[in-house]
């Protein structure tokens, strides 16, 4: 007997209730095809992270006016990374991002959850600055 197994990660809530279904739909046919039987089991784990659109608007607007908007890269499509923070979105408004610490120091040992992974320390401080411009924003 061989299992099979693997993750899925989705950018909509949406997504995430159909898949499990179509996923069986596909491994039913393919063993159909292949006269095989096959047991299928889909757990949930994280959910989707979803950013809250408000927050989000002020978070961009703090991080452009603190740190340069030349330094605010908006990423073209969602992260689908499982994420301990999407709990806490679900919850109140949220708004996940991320800070770079790529540079000329460390441009080849920059690859996160690797063991030559190399953070230069020069971006906590505009991390730190970036975060304290959201935080007095969000309290005007």
């Given at each position: 007997?061989?299992?099979?197994?693997?993750?899925?990660?989705?950018s909509?809530a949406e997504a995430?209730?159909?898949?499990?279904?179509k996923?069986?739909?596909?491994?039913?046919?393919?063993?159909?095809?292949?006269?095989c039987?096959?047991?299928?089991k889909?757990s949930h784990?994280?959910?989707?992270t979803?950013?809250?659109p408000?927050?989000t608007?002020?978070?961009?607007k703090?991080?452009?006016?603190?740190?340069g908007?030349?330094?605010?890269i908006?990423?073209?499509?969602?992260?689908?990374?499982?994420?301990d923070?999407?709990?806490f979105?679900r919850?109140?408004p949220?708004?996940?991002?991320?800070?770079?610490c790529?540079s000329d120091?460390?441009?080849?040992t920059?690859?996160?959850?690797?063991?030559k992974?190399?953070?230069?320390?020069?971006?906590?401080?505009?991390?730190i600055k970036?975060?304290?411009n959201?935080?007095?924003?969000?309290f005007k």
């Amino acid at each position: 007997m061989r299992y099979q197994e693997g993750t899925v990660r989705c950018s909509s809530a949406e997504a995430c209730e159909i898949l499990p279904d179509k996923i069986e739909e596909f491994v039913k046919d393919v063993c159909k095809i292949h006269s095989c039987d096959y047991e299928y089991k889909f757990s949930h784990g994280y959910p989707v992270t979803m950013n809250d659109p408000k927050l989000t608007k002020l978070v961009k607007k703090s991080v452009a006016n603190s740190i340069g908007e030349d330094n605010l890269i908006e990423m073209d499509n969602p992260d689908t990374g499982g994420e301990d923070f999407s709990f806490f979105a679900r919850e109140v408004p949220s708004c996940f991002m991320f800070l770079g610490c790529k540079s000329d120091k460390n441009h080849d040992t920059c690859i996160l959850h690797n063991s030559k992974f190399n953070c230069d320390e020069d971006c906590i401080k505009i991390g730190i600055k970036a975060m304290v411009n959201i935080v007095i924003d969000y309290f005007k």
